[in-house]
């Protein structure tokens, strides 16, 4: 009777020590996921960033169409996220978001750019991981700010809708005209996109906001009043 009890203590305390083991494995990828890919990305981020601030700096004059390069076309800056100023290039692949950035939708419905005269522009980013650019999306309220920068212009959005959970598949929040949100005719929109509930992708996350004006960037780059 004591042999049997012995073996299985001896197998409960292998058991215990394998879910130990599991438990530390398990931790180290969580922390892998949430916080070295936020290092690694945020790293990336900002070696892109320096690079389309560096060719601002170098090229002439030249109109929007100009903006719309493979370095980025500009940075969007929303203060009730935190996030700083988020680099935006063309497309919304993991690969390219995962380098801390977010994209502008090239599909399933092609997004607006800023200073087209009407339609949405449509962006998404991580919540988690990878930069986690939009991890604080929930803190962004009807009347916020929302301000996308080029190298010659500052948009002023303001926030009018949010749409706190809606399926993955729903394209509709894309639409020029975002009916989803309450707008029935053309103007100058931005939507906001991400992944929902946090640390999980099964639903997303919008926000939309509509231009409120535009200002001409100065020799010194003086960010507009939300951004003071």
């Known amino acids: 009777m004591s042999r049997a009890r012995s073996r299985i203590a001896g197998v409960i305390s292998v058991l215990g020590e394998l879910l130990i083991t599991a438990g530390v494995v398990l931790g180290l990828f969580v922390a892998y996921s949430l916080w070295w890919t936020n290092v690694l990305a945020d790293r990336e981020a900002a070696k892109q960033s320096d690079q389309m601030r560096d060719g601002w700096a170098d090229s002439g004059p030249g109109g929007p169409g100009a903006l719309d390069t493979m370095d980025g076309i500009g940075f969007l800056h929303v203060p009730a996220m935190s996030s700083g100023e988020v680099l935006v290039k063309k497309g919304t692949e993991s690969k390219s978001l995962n380098n801390g950035i977010a994209g502008y939708y090239t599909e399933p419905i092609k997004s607006a750019l800023p200073w087209d005269a009407k339609g949405n ?101 003086t960010p507009p009043a939300e951004l003071r």
């Open 121 to 221: 522009f449509t962006l998404a980013a991580h919540r988690d991981g990878h930069g986690a650019k939009f991890h604080n999306i929930h803190k962004v309220k009807n009347g916020d700010a929302i301000v996308f920068e080029t190298r010659d212009t500052w948009y002023v959005y303001k926030v009018y809708k949010e749409l706190p959970q809606t399926s993955k598949y729903n394209v509709d929040v894309l639409a020029p005209i975002p009916k989803a949100s309450g707008k029935t005719k053309a103007g100058r929109y931005i939507t906001l996109t991400t992944c929902t509930p946090i640390y999980t992708s099964t639903y997303r996350y919008i926000v939309w906001g509509e231009l409120e004006r535009t200002e001409k960037v100065d020799k010194d780059r």
